[in-house]
C-alpha cells in the first residue's frame, strides 16, 4: 500500500505549480526508443517503456507540456547541448565524465548492474573479444580491460554480433540482457560475474537549465517518497530489480 507522505520535495514542487502553469512551455524529451525495458517503439510507432511512464507521470506532477523525441544514442549527448530536446531520459547512467558536459538529475534508477551474455559458458572475458553499445560506460569498461571492444551503435547490433560470431560475449546492463536470455531456450546464458558501474541512471538536461532540473527532482523524489517510484520499477524490471 502507497504510503502518502508530505515531503520537502513536495512541497517546494507545489510552490512551483502556479509558476509552471502560467508560463506553459512545451519540454521535449528525448529518449533512444531502442533499449527495452526502459525505452522501444510499439506497434503503434509510440515509445512506450518503463521510461515513457516515467516521463509523463514527472511532467504531470511537475505541470510541464511534455513531447517524447527519438535520437540515435551515439549522438544523444551532443544534441541536447545543440538545444534538440530539452531532457535526456534514456537509461543513462550518471558518471562522472558526462557530467563534466551537461547535468544530471538525481537518479531514478539505482546503480545497477552490468552483466556478460555469451552462447558458451567457457567464453574468455579477460582477453576476448567483447562487443557493446558505443558511448555507454560498458564500452568504457571493456576498453581499459585486457578484452578486445568491438562498439555497436545499437544494443540489438551487440547481441547479434555474439549470434553470428563477430564477440565472444556483450556487455550490457543486465536489465537489458535478462529478456534475452529468459526467451532464447538455453541457447544465451550470463557468464561470469556482475559488474556494478554508475551512479545510477538519471534524466540528462543542459547545464544552463537549473529551474527545470529543480523541478524534475522535485518530481522524482515524490516519487519516491510516496512508493510509486518502486512500483513502477518493480513493473517493467521484475520483483529482483533493485528499488529504493
Not at 510552490?15 to 502560467?22: E, L, P, R, V, Y
Not at 572475458?125 to 551503435?153: H, K, M, P, R, W
Request: net charge negative; hydrophobic share 40%; proline share 4%.
Amino acid at each position: 500500500m502507497k504510503k502518502l507522505i508530505l515531503t520537502t520535495a513536495a512541497l517546494a514542487l507545489s510552490a512551483g505549480m502556479a509558476t509552471a502553469a502560467s508560463h506553459a512551455t512545451t519540454v521535449r524529451l528525448g529518449t533512444e526508443g531502442a533499449y527495452p525495458p526502459y525505452n522501444y517503439i510499439d506497434d503503434n510507432g509510440e515509445v512506450a517503456g518503463f521510461e515513457r511512464e516515467l516521463g509523463d507521470k514527472l511532467c504531470e506532477l511537475a505541470e510541464l507540456t511534455c513531447e517524447w523525441v527519438t535520437n540515435d544514442w551515439d549522438s544523444i549527448i551532443p544534441n541536447l547541448v545543440s538545444g534538440n530536446y530539452d531532457v535526456i531520459i534514456a537509461g543513462m547512467s550518471i558518471t562522472d565524465e558526462r557530467d563534466q558536459v551537461i547535468d544530471f538529475t538525481q537518479n531514478y534508477l539505482p546503480p545497477a548492474t552490468s552483466a556478460y551474455m555469451a552462447m558458451s559458458d567457457d567464453v574468455d572475458l579477460d582477453s576476448g573479444v567483447i562487443s557493446a553499445q558505443t558511448a555507454t560506460i560498458q564500452a568504457g569498461y571493456i576498453a581499459e580491460s585486457g578484452a578486445t571492444l568491438v562498439e555497436f551503435a545499437t544494443p540489438d547490433e551487440t547481441i547479434a554480433a555474439v549470434k553470428n560470431g563477430e564477440a565472444d560475449a556483450v556487455f550490457a546492463d543486465k536489465d537489458y540482457l535478462v529478456p534475452y536470455v529468459a526467451e532464447s531456450g538455453g541457447d544465451l546464458m550470463f557468464v561470469g560475474p556482475d559488474v556494478p558501474l554508475g551512479g545510477g541512471v538519471g534524466l540528462g538536461l543542459r547545464e544552463s537549465d537549473t529551474e527545470l532540473k529543480g523541478k524534475l527532482d522535485a518530481a522524482i523524489q515524490v516519487l519516491k517518497d510516496d512508493g510509486s517510484l518502486n512500483e513502477m520499477i518493480v513493473k517493467w524490471f521484475g520483483p529482483d530489480a533493485l528499488t529504493y
